[in-house]
């Protein structure tokens, strides 16, 4: 158990949905990563927040937002979801905003767009 | 651009050694992690390497030649349990952790 919460587990939705995942970080850690893994394919970093500001943005679609609260969970929006967006949504966290530690990931989301 | 690669995929005997490679551009360079992931679960941390050399923690080891942008993830005695997916991660000079697709390892008996 890495300390990262992650829900829901499952999400199964139909397209032009809108879905809000949820992301508690470990205790003490002040950045929140999302990561989109699609099936067979490598992890596609989205967002960095780090106590309250986004830090970084990856390879994010418009249809994407996030954003980070005052206690430090994260929640993800997905809007106008196609087919395409069907992966497992990670979260991860880590101590600093851009450091060398090593960021501890939540199970994970699946999300099936139907 | 950056770039990070890794072999997509390799098989292995079990008991035997593997060696995962992944060579890297990136700008700048503050370090090199090697994560695993098996197949539906999440990442978890095997190693960092910042300096040149070889690290070793238990059954793995990871190299690291900056001057060559190349790293190695070794994997002796495999068992079973080593069947994941490697994935290879370079921290550049914003800081920022750069993921290569990551190597499937397959471990048969």
């Known amino acids: 158990d890495s300390g990262v919460t992650q829900t829901p587990k499952h999400l199964i939705t139909a397209t032009g949905q809108r879905v809000t995942l949820r992301c508690s970080p470990r205790s003490g850690d002040l950045s929140v990563y999302w990561y989109q893994q699609s099936l067979d394919q490598g992890l596609q970093f989205l967002i960095q927040?780090?106590?309250?500001?986004?830090?970084a943005k990856g390879n994010i679609l418009e249809r994407f937002s996030a954003q980070q609260f005052p206690d430090l969970h994260s929640e993800l929006n997905l809007s106008s979801l196609e087919l395409g967006d069907s992966a497992l949504y990670f979260c991860?966290?880590?101590?600093?905003?851009?450091?060398?530690?090593?960021?501890?990931f939540g199970p994970g989301t699946r999300l099936t767009v139907l | 651009g950056q770039n990070i690669d890794q072999p997509t995929e390799m098989t292995a005997t079990e008991g035997a050694i593997v060696q995962i490679n992944c060579t890297y551009q990136?700008?700048?360079?503050?370090?090199l992690f090697w994560y695993q992931q098996h197949a539906g679960e999440a990442p978890t941390f095997l190693s960092y390497?910042?300096l040149d050399g070889l690290e070793e923690k238990g059954r793995f080891s990871s190299f690291l030649s900056r001057s060559k942008g190349y790293s190695y993830l070794l994997l002796k005695e495999l068992q079973m349990k080593d069947s994941a997916s490697y994935l290879c991660?370079?921290?550049?000079?914003?800081?920022?952790?750069?993921w290569g697709a990551g190597t499937k390892l397959i471990i048969k008996p």
């Open positions: 991860a966290s880590s101590v600093g905003g851009g450091d060398v530690n090593e960021q501890f």
């Open positions: 990136t700008s700048g360079f503050n370090g």
């Open positions: 927040y780090y106590n309250g500001e986004e830090r």
């Open positions: 390497n910042v």
């Open positions: 991660a370079v921290l550049d000079s914003n800081y920022q952790l750069i």
